[in-house]
């Protein structure tokens, strides 16, 4: 597995509590990812990153912000937990490949409930 | 808008039966497609790409931009094939790397 780790793994909140969840690469690679994955949806992009500060929205962004400080930490922030947001949530990162960008390797993944 | 559609949410085979998982897409791009596959307690990954033109683990997948169509391909399954697969389709420009990807269909393969 690429250097991707993801914490926590499992989550359980209330409804209107703030919750952060993190993904770190060791592999120095450019982009990074945040996916939830529900039933009857596939993956559907969250949030993604270019590089340090660069972040930019993807399908579903309303109600999650997201930060990338360093290189290898992205962030996704549960401003105001909602019932709507109970999902698997999976981090991604890929490099660049010439002028596109390359494969994205996966995390293991954080199973967040909002109860 | 791009749209990734895998019509089955279960395929069901015997082994050594053919299989083949069905993908069609949306874009009004070139597109660039994918299959990821998620084996039962592994994380996401991926399978192949078509512009690779790779065969691996003996499946195979053809882009027809006619039919927009993607479907992964293999002459004979395995139990070991029995996960959850994902077609996905890269959009925005080519130096974003997002993907869209279809609801995924669980391939069950029975001995």
């Known amino acids: 597995d690429a250097g991707i780790t993801q914490s926590p793994r499992h989550k359980v909140t209330e409804t209107g509590t703030p919750v952060t969840l993190r993904c770190h690469q060791t592999e120095n690679h450019r982009y990074m990812y945040w996916y939830r994955q529900d039933p009857g949806h596939g993956l559907r992009l969250i949030h993604y990153?270019?590089?340090?500060?660069?972040?930019d929205k993807g399908e579903v962004s309303d109600g999650y912000s997201v930060s990338r400080s360093k290189t290898e930490d992205f962030l996704l922030t549960l401003e105001s937990a909602t019932s709507s947001q109970t999902s698997v949530y999976f981090c991604?990162?890929?490099?660049?490949?010439?002028?596109?960008?390359?494969?994205?390797?996966f995390g293991p993944g954080t199973r967040l409930t909002v109860l | 808008a791009q749209r990734v559609t895998q019509p089955e949410k279960l395929l069901s085979v015997f082994k050594g039966a053919p299989v083949e998982l069905k993908c069609n897409y949306s874009y009004s791009g070139s597109p660039e497609l994918f299959w990821y596959v998620q084996y039962s307690r592994q994380r996401l990954q991926l399978l192949l790409r078509?512009?690779s033109r790779e065969s691996i683990k003996g499946f195979t997948a053809d882009l027809n931009k006619g039919e927009t169509s993607f479907h992964l391909k293999k002459p004979f399954a395995q139990e070991e094939d029995s996960a959850m697969y994902y077609c996905?389709?890269?959009?925005?420009?080519?130096?974003?790397?997002?993907?869209?990807f279809g609801q995924g269909t669980t391939l069950q393969v029975k001995p």
């Open positions: 078509h512009i």
């Open positions: 991604a990162i890929s490099s660049d490949r010439g002028a596109s960008v390359d494969t994205q390797y």
């Open positions: 990153s270019y590089g340090v500060k660069d972040t």
């Open positions: 996905a389709l890269s959009y925005g420009s080519s130096n974003t790397g997002k993907l869209i």
